[in-house]
């Protein structure tokens, strides 16, 4: 093979910049999670196909990968079956395992599996990629992180306050007060009201789709979908208004009293918010614009009460979730309810890019570069290069004595700030001539003058 | 589904103390990777499987994870062919995907594809899970982590000195000075060398690969299978002196001086290894115990200079390493020398266990909790609650008012030093009531006072 090599569509390599941005975007959200009392737990990129599939649908079930059986596996599959050439009847006969297509399923797995060992109710975090075969575009990858926390084991409503608090902290933090962003949250028995208040409680999933849909094809779109699906004009028109809700908290809310007066559900719902809201409003969020919004859906199947999403910008959702009631229900775990976020590590980075929003990241390049004049002047610096590495200053040697002109490239590329540059004067005064790249001025220092201009 | 989950053979989960220790071993090889100016990058899970096949031999192909192309997979396939049930001849056409074997090819990938935008010598690390078709056992996982650092496009012998730094700076902080390890060296010309004084250089593969069994099998099985490999009896009986070679360094080396006179590649070598002798000892070693191993191969076929290999205890190697020739070859880029190790995250995991050298992790776990007595207390708490976590402390509070028992318990399970009591009385005051998990002391402290204390 000697054609240019490439990687799988959808995937990314990720340089040392991109790293540094990413890993400054996971080090604010995992000092967050920490603050809050979330405990850090990782579980394997491959699970068996069994635990992955039926749990999103079978849209969901077509975009898992799935990872061959090693060995020969097609001498288990009869020849009647391999001529039938249906992928889907042999597929689970050959691959037995598969790349898990989100942080909540293998979750709810962790929380069965160890569930004599884990101390209910459970704060876990969780920042590792998952795998989906999507259509690759802008923004969407087949390989990407999710940064994921939850809380299972307790239905308080005080752990949705926190993790408004922590949405809140997170993006104060990434985005220093300098964009504004909108937390929307509802809760799908709203929903649920609404679609019991316009007789239609057995379309309610019906209704969800349309309406999650909303964003993206506009108000007259959702109402005609609406009616494809079968619910009834007189139940449409009754929907209209919620579409159009506007004002405050109070105001959408009073609305909603009205609205759902006959669905205790609905007013189940009410209440929640209402509990919800009343206690992030006298804690205080720094920067969010926390917004209820009666038609945010959110398509995840799995959502029983709050439902929360963050927006900026012109981006999709940069940050989701909700509280469902039945994860584990799947493994055998019944009546255990659960509430989690997850962050879009790579929308947030676009963000981030975007608007410029990101520090230097000083230590993560070499700070100091010994240039490599000969054997002789190596030789000399070496021991100083140690040095400075055992006060943990980032430094290297130019491995060789290529042309001066070489190495400064190699430091500029670098980003590498200052060159230390060793004659036979230097070695023979002790003071090394420091060049400082960003502004091209020069000093002469002793090594511990260094280490002292550098930290 | 409702049987017990599980999940595949040779993966695993890890709990919030298993990834404390984990993150306490990256983040100690991370941080010594930045001070000798090592940049990180990633690269996807997922490879495009031509370009992971074919570079470790046969026996390494079987041990890749294939991945299924997504949709209709067997429609690209011929009935005949699915008749024949030949998996060898249908893996590529229905998997086209791989997921990465180690850290070396998928970097060499990277740095041919990215090789425009690349300041070499470029000295990268990269830390990321690899995945190998292996049969699981003891030690031996499916899914594991390698900690990878490579200098690429040098042939300066500086960079061998360098590694061994890495090495020796890595655990003299992670045994503290408490374990005694063996830092082998060896370099591929003295064993090209010596397959020369031997007169079967024609066998130098066999012999590296017999002499590599070593360790597991003893020097009377070594040289029987040297013979079985069509070494002759001659030449066996000239390769035996070296198994039982002993002394310093310099007693070796004179040794060898002699053994490979004749040897144009053998002299070489014994030169570059006194070269990374001579910097190594006269820069100092914090803890390292380096010897010179003639004996040592390592099975990687890309070796070409020098090879290291880390040993502790009755464990197998935790770190290895060499220097290789034309790693970029396979994807059309000559001539490029580079030299790198792999820390092995999982096995150094398990000697820090045996040996009991974890830190405490304080900081990884919830610091204070709140006890939760009721809706009136609770409320008092909150703000409370959030200056401790402002001020950076991992805080907590009960969600429910659950029985005062169930809350110490879980104060207890999750480690968690201080715990809050506030009634009527704390409320009045306005001092706290903070139970010392640990010796049972209690203390009455403003919310000042605790930040403090906690601090």
Sequence with gaps: MSSKPSIPKGTRDFSPIEMARRNYIFDTIKGVYKKYGFQQIETPAVE??????????????????????????????????????????????IAEKALRYDLTVPFARFVVQNQNDITFPFRRFQIQPVWRADRPQKGRYREFYQCDADIIGSNSLLNEVDLLKIIDDVFSSL???????????????????????????????????????????????????????????????????????????????????EFLSTSEIGKKGIEELETVFSYTNSLGLKTANLVLDITLARGLGYYTGTIIEVKVDNFPSITGGGRYDDLTGKFGLKDVSGVGISFGADRIYDVLLDNDLYPEFKGDTTQVLFINF????????????F?????????????????MK?????????????????????????????????????????????????Q
Tied chains: 1, 2.
Excluded: H, W
Aim: aromatic share 6%.
């Design 387 to 403: 040095k400075l590495r055992d006060a943990g200053i980032n430094s290297e040697i130019y491995p060789t004595a290529a042309k």
């Design 175 to 257: 985005f220093q007060g300098k964009l504004n962003y909108t937390v929307s949250i509802n809760n799908r028995k709203i929903l649920a009201g609404i679609a019991e208040a316009i007789g239609a409680s057995d379309k309610l999933i019906d209704i969800t789709v349309a309406i999650d849909k909303l964003d993206k094809i506009g108000v007259d779109k959702v109402l005609e979908e609406l009616s494809t699906r079968g619910i009834s004009e007189e139940a449409v028109l009754k929907l209209k208004p919620l579409f159009e809700l506007n004002g405050t908290f109070e105001e959408k809310i009073s609305f909603l009293n």
């Design 374 to 385: 000969g054997k002789k002047e190596q030789d000399y610096c070496l021991p100083l290069l």
């Design 48 to 93: 068996n196909l069994k635990t992955l599939i039926g749990t999103g649908g079978d849209e969901s079930d077509k975009l898992i990968f799935k990872v061959l059986n090693s060995g020969d596996y097609l001498s288990k599959v009869s020849q009647e079956e391999l001529i039938s050439q249906n992928s889907t009847l042999i597929t689970p006969k």
């Design 406 to 454: 070489k190495q400064m490239t190699f430091a500029n590329n670098k980003g590498i700030k200052y060159v230390v540059l060793v004659g036979s004067n230097e070695m023979e005064s002790g003071k090394l001539t420091v060049k400082n790249m960003e502004n091209g001025e020069q000093e002469n220092l002793t090594i511990n003058e260094l280490i002292t201009l550098v």
